[in-house]
């Protein structure tokens, strides 16, 4: 199993230690200090479902989730009730559409950003979660990105934004270490 042990220690440092054990992995984040709030953040879809392979860690943290409205997040709510919000969803086949769905969730995003105040952001990409992880950053938040298992080789565009302020970056694949070098690979989240 992946486990991922973040402690948030006085000053906001951060120490990370990461450990691997057999062929069945998910992560874990263990946050020392108490009442501190995890965003996890995802576009619908593939990187949806990445996201909730972190599910364990759920029930152990003061955590939120924000993804896309669309008809197979909708159910969302009636699970986590009001940890769950929504951002539009956009896609880039429409481009025209996408630059004022985009530009609405950028404000939408600060709007969450101060309801929710998360001290650490976890996300699995991708347009999504960009403009999220900038606002954390200026308030000095950590972010952790996970760059989707379905790229092998080739970085994503919201990897190559995110990468430079990220906290930590996971890749999923070792042939993603030639993309970011700095990247912690441990294998995949499935």
């Known amino acids: ?3 991922i042990n973040i402690f948030l220690l006085k000053y906001n440092l951060v120490f990370i230690n990461i450990y691997n054990y057999d062929k069945i992995q998910y992560i874990e984040m263990v ?11 995802a576009s619908t879809g593939g990187h949806l479902n990445e ?6 860690m759920f029930k152990k943290y003061d955590y939120h989730i924000i993804t896309e409205y669309t008809k ?21 086949d429409h481009i025209f559409s996408y630059i004022f769905k ?7 995003s600060i ?9 650490v952001i976890i996300t699995t990409g991708t347009h999504t979660s960009v ?8 308030f000095r938040k950590k972010i952790i990105f996970i760059e989707t298992f379905a790229n092998i080789n080739t970085p994503t565009l919201a990897g ?31």
Do not use: H
């Open 160 to 190: 190559r934004m995110i990468y430079p302020i990220a906290n930590m970056f996971l890749v999923q694949w070792e042939d993603l270490l030639k993309v970011y070098p700095k990247a912690i690979y441990k294998g995949g989240i499935y």
């Open 111 to 119: 709007v969450l950003y101060f309801k929710i105040k998360p001290d």
């Open 72 to 92: 197979t997040t909708n159910n969302l709510k009636d699970e986590y009730k009001d940890r769950v919000d929504y951002l539009v969803f956009g896609s880039k």
């Open 1 to 3: 199993m992946l486990y």
């Open 31 to 41: 946050i020392l200090m108490k009442n501190k709030k995890v965003l996890f953040i």
């Open 102 to 108: 985009f530009t609405y969730n950028i404000f939408k």
């Open 131 to 138: 403009p999220m992880c900038y606002i954390a950053k200026i």
């Open 51 to 56: 996201l909730m392979q972190l599910k364990p």
